[in-house]
């Protein structure tokens, strides 16, 4: 019994001395601050440092229009499955998700000075009527933008009124698009030239990205306002 108090002072002294290099080894010893405990409590995620994220503009463009620009993405269908989109300044006019687009050629019409959408309306190509069409690009006015894109067929039923209009809207593909052909394109009313943003693919079995459709066209970039006519 006598060995008691001994025993214990020995546990105490035993107990104190592994405290004293525990606490050593956490502190990371003399100088050593808090460095160790807190790498305890920082996971390996956030010790290493994050990449930075691309930075996304207007629309989901890489980088931002100039002053004075509309910035603009558009999409056309994919084969007779997938609809069409048309974003302007960060605004989707036309998709599936807004319930506003259909087979043939999707169109929406913007005041060229203030952006503002005007009309968005989609055209059976395939069995609609093409005057519907025509009633609708006949009367546009001066320095109207014309966003147009395919979804499935957009040319059996477009007849030589219609390619003329469009070929006067800036178009150069109008004249020779067929069935179900892929086609975006921005014109505008009154233009000179013939427009830079416009593309096509044609339909062929050979090229075809789908079971009798080509691929998907992507179409971004950045239009200049029109300036206020009178």
């Known amino acids: 019994m006598r060995l008691a ?5 020995v546990a105490l002294i035993i107990t ?30 956030n010790s290493v440092t ?14 931002p229009c100039p002053e004075e620009h509309l910035a603009f993405r558009m999409v056309s269908g994919a084969a007779n499955v997938i609809g069409p989109k048309i974003c302007l300044e960060d605004k989707m006019l036309m998709s599936s998700v807004k319930d506003n687009v259909g087979r043939g050629l999707n169109i929406a019409l913007v005041n ?27 009367p546009l006015h001066e320095g109207t933008l014309v966003f147009v894109a395919s979804y ?7 007849n030589e009124e219609t390619r003329k209009l469009f070929s006067e809207l800036g178009s ?19 233009v000179q030239n013939k427009s830079p943003f416009e593309q096509h693919v044609k339909n ?21 306002r029109r300036s206020m006519v009178g």
């Not at 108090?5 to 002072?9: A, E, M, Q, T, Y």
């Not at 994050?50 to 463009?61: F, V």
């Open 5 to 9: 108090g001994p025993l214990r002072i």
């Open 16 to 45: 104190m001395g592994l405290s004293w290099i525990l606490v050593t080894i956490l502190l990371g010893g003399p100088g050593g601050g808090l460095p160790r405990i807190q790498q305890f409590f920082t996971s390996p995620e």
């Open 50 to 63: 994050a990449e930075p994220r691309t930075r996304k503009y207007k629309c989901g463009l890489p980088q």
């Open 112 to 138: 060229g000075v203030s952006g503002e959408l005007l009309e968005a309306r989609a055209f059976d190509m395939w069995a609609g009527d093409v005057n519907d069409l025509l009633k609708f690009i006949r």
């Open 152 to 158: 499935d067929d957009p040319a059996t039923k477009m």
């Open 172 to 190: 150069r593909n109008a004249k020779e698009l067929a069935f179900r052909d892929s086609w975006v394109f921005v014109g505008a009313k009154g």
């Open 204 to 224: 062929s079995k050979h090229t075809n990205k789908y079971e009798g459709w080509p691929e998907a066209l992507e179409m971004e970039g950045c239009i200049p």
